[in-house]
């Protein structure tokens, strides 16, 4: 079945590690996306992209990177982890015609001590 | 760029009666609104969508209607049950930003047995 993959599903790791989460879609779609969200608040904007290396920043400012070298590939690595980073990281993705809304992922819950 | 504001931010209801949120938008050329139902621990799930060639659309419990004019939409959920608690986000889409979602804030609706 065409979804989109988060792995972990949990993370807790030191202050200063060097994380990568990862994020796979089989729906075939073009743009990719990726949120942060304390549980149940609203959705910050981090990262998206429309297509094979092209990356944009979003909204919120962030101290991660993303890399698009794929088209079902959109992993997000955190350099230095610090206690601000926990948070929740949701990828989505979604087609262009028609448009429809997102396909979220399960979400990354990381937890920096 | 792109404004969508949300309220409530919190609503309770009695289990039955109905239940509705608002969102409005800023920019004119957002041509598609999606809804999100998000619970508790998971991920959002689209539950219903509007484009901005139709006033009204329905499925089921849940309808959506917008309001070009006065750039705003709403989703209305009748006979409420418990399982309809969860946070719910709207989100608008401009053409001319490659269809990128703009998201509220988020509305925690609790329907009470």
């Known amino acids: 079945e065409a979804d989109i993959y988060q792995t972990p599903r949990y993370l807790v790791i030191g202050t200063g590690k060097k994380i990568t989460l990862e994020c796979s879609q089989t729906m075939g779609h073009d743009k990719m996306y990726w949120y942060q969200q304390d549980p149940g608040m609203e959705l910050h904007l981090i990262h998206y992209s429309y297509g094979v290396n092209s990356t944009e920043k979003g909204d919120l400012s962030s101290e991660s990177t993303v890399s698009r070298i794929r088209t079902e590939h959109f992993p997000l690595t955190l350099e230095s982890a610090r206690p601000s980073h926990t948070s929740q990281y949701l990828c989505?993705?979604?087609?262009?015609?028609?448009?429809?809304?997102?396909?979220f992922g399960s979400g990354t819950r990381l937890t920096v001590v | 760029g792109e404004n969508v504001e949300q309220h409530p931010s919190t609503l309770s209801v009695q289990e039955g009666d109905s239940a509705v949120i608002k969102c409005t938008y800023s920019?004119?050329?957002?041509?598609?609104f999606p809804w999100y139902k998000q619970e508790l621990g998971k991920r959002p799930q689209l539950i219903i969508d509007?484009?901005?060639?139709?006033g009204e659309k329905k499925d089921q419990r849940i309808a959506v209607t917008l309001n070009k004019t006065a750039k705003h939409f709403s989703l209305h959920i009748t006979e409420t049950q418990p399982e309809d608690s969860a946070v719910y986000f709207c989100a608008a889409s401009p053409r001319d930003t490659g269809n990128q979602f703009y998201f509220g804030t988020g509305t925690s609706l609790t329907v009470i047995p």
């Open positions: 509007i484009r901005s060639n139709v």
């Open positions: 989505a993705s979604s087609g262009t015609e028609p448009i429809r809304g997102y396909t």
């Open positions: 920019d004119s050329a957002s041509n598609y």
